[in-house]
């Protein structure tokens, strides 16, 4: 992969997911694809270093319970089968109209720029709302005591599938590779 500093962290397997992986800032790739899992993973800049992933295939990845930060969404492509609607984000994430209209407007994303201590305290309450044991696995070393932030009452996980599994389409405005 070019054009990428990633790591992958393994995460036992009684915890429900089987990757962790942190991207660096400044970092573009272009093959995350094809049922790719984020799961529970952060996938962040820096307010100075926006993590732009232009022109990266989000095809069929789904994103439960992971976060996002500092992130530029706008270019990438991604089709009927990407599903980030039970990840956490705030207002340093910048996705398309399109994208956005896909994933309905889950409500635990937030409008507004939030302070680390909130943000990690709402992503800790969003995670907590499914599975309480899995925030010491996922959470960075100095947010793993951050207190919870539960999300708005009605706020819940979708357990839906975004679409059926046996469907594969390109988003209108993204194109196919």
Not at 111 to 139: M, T
């Amino acid at each position: 992969m070019s054009w990428c500093d990633l790591l992958w962290r393994l995460l036992p397997p009684d915890l429900g997911a089987s990757i962790h992986p942190e991207i660096t800032p400044t970092s573009n790739f272009h093959q995350i694809r094809d049922t790719t899992v984020l799961d529970y993973s952060l996938l962040t800049g820096y307010a100075d270093a926006v993590n732009f992933l232009k022109f990266t295939h989000l095809h069929g990845t789904k994103n439960d319970g992971g976060a996002l930060r500092y992130v530029d969404l706008t270019e990438v492509y991604f089709d009927a089968r990407t599903d980030f609607r039970n990840a956490f984000l705030d207002g340093t994430v910048n996705m398309s109209d399109a994208f956005r209209e896909q994933m309905d407007d889950p409500c635990q994303w937030s409008e507004d720029v939030l302070p680390d201590e909130e943000f990690y305290g709402r992503w800790r309450g969003w995670v907590d709302a499914k599975n309480k044991r899995q925030w010491p696995s996922i959470a960075p070393v100095i947010w793993r005591d951050v207190e919870p932030i539960p999300a708005v009452p009605g706020c819940e996980w979708k357990t839906d599938p975004i679409v059926p599994e046996d469907v594969s389409e390109t988003v209108e405005g993204q194109p196919a590779d």
